[in-house]
């Protein structure tokens, strides 16, 4: 859907980001992480066009993003940043409202929408919808500012570093609503940090940048098992990273069939958390199910070790 | 319904005093009276406080209302990344303005446009840029960086940022700025009268040809009351008129 070629920026002598090409498939969800200044927010702005791109270009569905004036663009794709920069003296739901309003949408389709995000994101109408940014919490705010970008429906959602300024319990619950908010919308996201954590976490795809370049775009596991660079593999860890590619199965994805005495693990569970469980009881073998009740097989601490190696 | 705090009660007071002298100011004389000398009339009888008054109040806004619209307009041109080089300029501009004396704005003023009421206004419009410039300026450079971001980022046009966003943001400090610098003027205003303009100065003006001390308090104390009252209410608008929160 989103075709990157050759894209490269320079501020005068430095490259910022120096001939970066990638195709990102429709509906996925693509992290780009990196340490900082390694260019992954003026690649994501690139993609917008709030940066210039030196050379290069960028695709949408196959046409140049430079076909219509910037603005026009930027109506078409989300766009959440850290610290959400909500307009503070507007109200949330005229916050969430920018974007349909830009399109000239008549105010009974902006309320009617309005009220469907609020309540995607677990913020009651009546209670959000006339309070200003500063009285709520940072949680909320970031949730307004994800319901923002997403008002008018738009199929590609750039967010950079969403999560940065929450505290890590309320960051895991923002990670978990944004896989929950990618499914019931079925937006294409890109989402730019620097935590290889939450890379890992929510990437089907994972972009590892350095230095303006980038050194490695694939799945999640491939960057564990096939580091293209040395750097990959120092980032996203050495020593743990068996358990990583632990927790990028789930027991149901690795169940052997048939069943065993042992205790029940839900399908959905990492691989990594099976593995906690049965050294925590002691035991070596579990039996798999699935949210309702059903039997989907079995799971040893051996089949579990055999998934930790490339 | 909002009880009105002791500023609001002594504004209410201030005002009704100052209403009530304009309207029937002979009511008053054996106030003034003892500040007069052989016979001299008490109360000022060349003219109609009331519409002396008025006529400062309004060079007073004129002037106000074009300082704004060139203070704003330039404080907007100098914060756009394509009129940023003229930064340095505007300042010096309006930095004279402030720094020349009105006096001296006059005596350059009348010859070119005549006596009366256009060189007063050309000296109070000078004179009243400053304030509004560098509240301008303030208020629309610290607005927060990743809101304009984020405006930008939603696909608001560099305009509708402006008008929707960084001005709104603004506002608060733009405001103070206008009230500023229209209290300062409205004292400024009373040396329109050396040069012929109709307002408050005439009055003080006669009191000091007539060494009448009356007159001159007369004058001084309307032209007060007048700031006191404009900075008061304006402020109360202003937290009427702005909802804004700045967070960051
Ligand atoms: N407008 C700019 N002018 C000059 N240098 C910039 C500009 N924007 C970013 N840079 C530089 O480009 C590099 C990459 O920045 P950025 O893309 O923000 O990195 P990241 O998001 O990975 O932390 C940094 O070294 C930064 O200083
Ligand atoms: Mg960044």
Redesign the pocket.
């Known amino acids: 859907m989103i075709t990157i070629e050759n894209l490269t920026k320079c501020?005068g002598a430095?490259t910022?980001v120096d001939g970066v090409s990638m195709q990102i498939p429709r509906n996925s969800l693509t992290v780009i992480v990196?340490t900082?200044?390694?260019?992954?927010?003026?690649l994501l702005r690139m993609v917008n066009r709030l940066v210039e791109p030196t050379s290069g270009r960028v695709l949408l569905d196959g046409s140049d993003t430079r076909a219509q004036p910037p603005h026009l663009l930027r109506r078409r794709i989300g766009y959440a940043i850290q610290g959400h920069g909500l307009f503070p003296h507007r109200t949330v739901a005229e916050n969430i409202a920018t974007v349909p309003r830009l399109l000239g949408w008549d105010a009974a389709r902006i309320a009617a929408r309005v009220s469907e995000l609020l309540e995607a994101f677990a913020l009651e109408p009546a209670a959000f919808a006339g309070q200003f940014p500063h009285q709520l919490s940072g949680g909320q705010q970031q949730r307004v500012g994800v319901a923002r970008a997403l008002a008018a429906g738009p199929q590609l959602l750039l967010m950079d570093e969403p999560f940065g300024a929450l505290d890590p319990i309320i960051r895991a619950k923002a990670q978990d609503d944004l896989l929950d908010i990618r499914r019931r919308f079925g937006t294409t996201i890109v989402l730019?940090t620097h935590d290889m954590d939450e890379a890992f976490r929510l990437g089907d795809h994972v972009a590892v940048m350095s230095g303006g370049r980038m050194l490695q775009y694939g799945p999640p596991a491939e960057l564990l098992t096939r580091p293209a660079d040395p750097l990959v593999s120092r980032m996203t860890g050495l020593a743990d990273r068996a358990m990583r590619l632990l927790s990028l199965s789930t027991a149901g994805e690795a169940a052997l069939p048939g069943t065993v005495d042992g205790p029940e693990v839900a399908a959905s569970a990492t691989l990594r958390d099976v593995l906690s469980e049965l050294m925590w009881r002691g035991v070596d073998a579990a039996r798999v199910t699935d949210a309702n009740g059903t039997a989907r097989g079995h799971l040893t601490v051996a089949a579990i070790l055999a998934r930790g190696r490339p | 319904m909002r009880v009105p705090g002791v500023a609001g009660v002594a504004r209410a007071a201030a005002f009704v005093l100052l209403v009530a002298f304009l309207i029937w100011p002979q009511r008053f004389a054996p106030l003034f009276a003892p500040l007069t000398q052989y016979g001299a009339p008490p109360i000022y009888d060349q003219g109609n406080l009331l519409t002396l008054a008025l006529a400062q109040l309004g060079t007073v806004c004129c002037a106000a209302l074009a300082s704004t619209v060139v203070a704003v307009g330039l404080g907007i041109l100098v914060t756009r990344p394509s009129g940023a080089e003229f930064l340095p300029l505007s300042r010096t501009l309006v930095n004279i303005g402030q720094t020349f004396p009105p006096v001296a704005v006059l005596a350059v003023a009348v010859p070119l446009v005549g006596f009366g009421l256009k060189p007063t206004l050309i000296a109070l419009f000078a004179y009243g840029l400053l304030p509004i410039f560098e509240n301008t300026l303030v208020g629309l450079r610290t607005c927060p960086p990743a809101v304009l971001e984020a405006a930008s980022g939603m696909g608001m046009s560099a305009r509708q940022r402006l008008m929707s966003v960084e001005l709104p943001l603004a506002m608060p400090l733009i405001l103070e700025g206008i009230r500023v610098s229209l209290v300062i003027s409205v004292g400024t205003a009373t040396i329109g009268s050396t040069v012929a303009a109709k307002g408050l100065g005439e009055v003080i003006i006669a009191g000091l040809l007539s060494n009448n001390s009356a007159f001159i308090l007369q004058g001084a104390l309307v032209t007060g009351l007048m700031a006191v009252l404009l900075y008061g209410s304006l402020a109360g608008l202003e937290r009427r008129f702005c909802r804004t929160v700045r967070t960051d």
């Open positions: 501020y430095a910022v990196g900082s200044g390694s260019g992954k927010s003026t730019v």
